[in-house]
């Protein structure tokens, strides 16, 4: 079964930078996609950022020209840079894979704290 092992959250100042990362393992299908989601408290989970491994990338509106996704490809891991931070950061984080073979598969990582304080 494939595992994915977030890092990187924290606890930041309004205006500050935090990386994250997110490593899988297990079996990686070569054409996939892994992105980020967030989930604030008594709020939806919302995406974030995605990046396919031909690193085509899609961004919330709300994180545009602040947040940067990237992977590695022979690593099977994937990174969130995100710059000027604000309030409305604060969530859990969730960093997801998607694959299709017959079927999607859909895995999940167990989230990392992101607290931007003002």
């Known amino acids: 079964q494939v595992q994915l092992v977030e890092s990187g959250g924290g606890l930041v100042q309004a205006g500050g930078s935090l990386k994250l990362s997110c490593a899988a393992s297990g079996n990686i299908f070569t054409i996939n996609t892994m992105g980020w989601y967030r989930q604030a408290p008594g709020k939806q989970r919302e995406l974030v950022a995605t990046?396919?491994?031909?690193?085509?990338?899609t961004y919330a509106d709300s994180v545009k020209g602040r947040f940067t996704i990237s992977r590695d490809n022979a690593k099977n891991t994937v990174y969130l840079q995100m710059n000027s931070l604000k309030p409305d950061d604060t969530a859990v984080y969730y960093c997801n894979l998607k694959m299709k073979f017959l079927r999607e598969y859909d895995y999940w990582g167990q989230g990392t704290q992101v607290t931007v304080s003002s």
């Open positions: 990046i396919t491994s031909g690193s085509s990338t």
